[in-house]
C-alpha cells in the first residue's frame, strides 16, 4: 500500500515569488493535513482537510492557503514568499474516526522548500 | 494555548542501555497522544495512546499513557545505532467541528554510539 506522497521533494524559489506543493494521500483516507517544520519553531499545524473542506486552521498568515480535491489529494500555496517561509512542508493522512478514538496519523517524506 | 513538552532536550547513550523519554502537556479536548521517530526525512509512526495505563510495545520500544498526570513515556530497551534519531511527541485534539490537529513538543534527539 503506498505511503502518503508529496511533491515535488526539493526546490528553490525567489522571495516574492508563489508556491504550490502537492499532497496524495494513503488510498481510502480522507483526512489530510499540513505542517511546518523549521529548526527553530518545530513542527507547527497549518491546516486540515476532510471531503475538500477544510476543517482547522493553525496561525499562519493568509499567504498560506490550501485546497482538497474529491479524490482526497491536497494542494497548499504559500504566496509572496518570505525567507522564513524556508522549511520542511509536511502532509499527513489519516483514516478519520469520528468520536473518542483517536487517529493514527501518517506523514509523507515532505517537501523542503528553500527560499533565497 | 495547547502545549507539549519533552524532555530531555537530547541524550546520548552506548549500545545496550535502556532509555526513557518523557512528554507531558496540557491539550484542551484531548483526543490521542502519538510518538514519531524522525530520521532525516519524515516522521515515521511509532505508537497511538488513547487509554491511561495500557502500554503499548512494538519489539524494543514500548510507551504508555498517564490522562491524570498528563504525561506519557517512550521506553527503548537493547539501543541500537539505528535508534539514533529525533523522537517526537504530539497530542492529537478534537475541535467543535470535528477537526483534527497535532500539537508537536520539541522533540528528544538521542544519538546511540557503538
Known amino acids: 500500500k503506498a505511503g502518503v506522497t508529496q511533491t515535488p521533494r526539493y526546490l528553490i524559489k525567489t522571495r516574492g515569488q508563489q508556491v504550490t506543493l502537492s499532497c496524495s494521500p494513503i488510498?481510502?483516507?480522507?483526512?489530510v493535513s499540513w505542517y511546518q517544520q523549521t529548526p527553530g519553531q518545530g513542527l507547527q499545524f497549518l491546516f486540515e482537510?476532510?471531503?475538500?473542506?477544510?476543517?482547522n486552521k493553525g496561525n499562519f498568515p493568509g499567504r498560506f492557503s490550501g485546497r482538497q480535491f474529491s479524490n482526497s489529494r491536497s494542494e497548499m500555496n504559500v504566496s509572496t514568499l518570505e525567507l522564513g517561509d524556508s522549511a520542511l512542508y509536511l502532509c499527513?493522512?489519516?483514516?478519520?474516526?469520528?468520536?473518542?478514538?483517536?487517529?493514527?496519523?501518517?506523514f509523507g517524506e515532505g517537501s523542503w522548500l528553500t527560499v533565497v | 494555548e495547547d502545549k507539549v513538552v519533552q524532555s530531555p532536550l537530547s541524550l546520548v547513550v552506548h549500545e545496550g542501555d535502556t532509555v526513557t523519554l518523557n512528554c507531558s502537556y496540557e491539550?484542551?479536548?484531548?483526543?490521542?497522544l502519538l510518538w514519531y521517530k524522525q530520521e532525516k526525512k519524515a516522521p515515521t509512526f511509532l505508537f497511538m495512546l488513547?487509554?491511561?495505563?495500557i502500554e503499548k510495545k512494538s519489539g524494543r520500544l514500548s510507551s504508555i499513557l498517564d490522562k491524570k498526570e498528563l504525561f506519557s513515556i517512550l521506553n527503548i530497551t537493547a539501543t541500537q545505532t539505528g535508534d539514533s534519531a529525533v523522537y517526537l511527541c504530539?497530542?492529537?485534539?478534537?475541535?467543535?467541528?470535528?477537526?483534527?490537529?497535532?500539537?508537536f513538543g520539541g522533540g528528544t534527539r538521542l544519538m546511540v554510539k557503538p
Open positions: 499527513a493522512s489519516s483514516l478519520y474516526r469520528y468520536g473518542g478514538q483517536g487517529n493514527t496519523i501518517y
Open positions: 488510498s481510502g483516507h480522507r483526512s
Open positions: 482537510y476532510f471531503s475538500e473542506t477544510q476543517r
Open positions: 491539550v484542551t479536548n484531548f483526543r490521542s
Open positions: 488513547t487509554s491511561s495505563g
Open positions: 504530539a497530542v492529537e485534539a478534537a475541535f467543535h467541528n470535528a477537526g483534527n490537529m497535532l500539537t
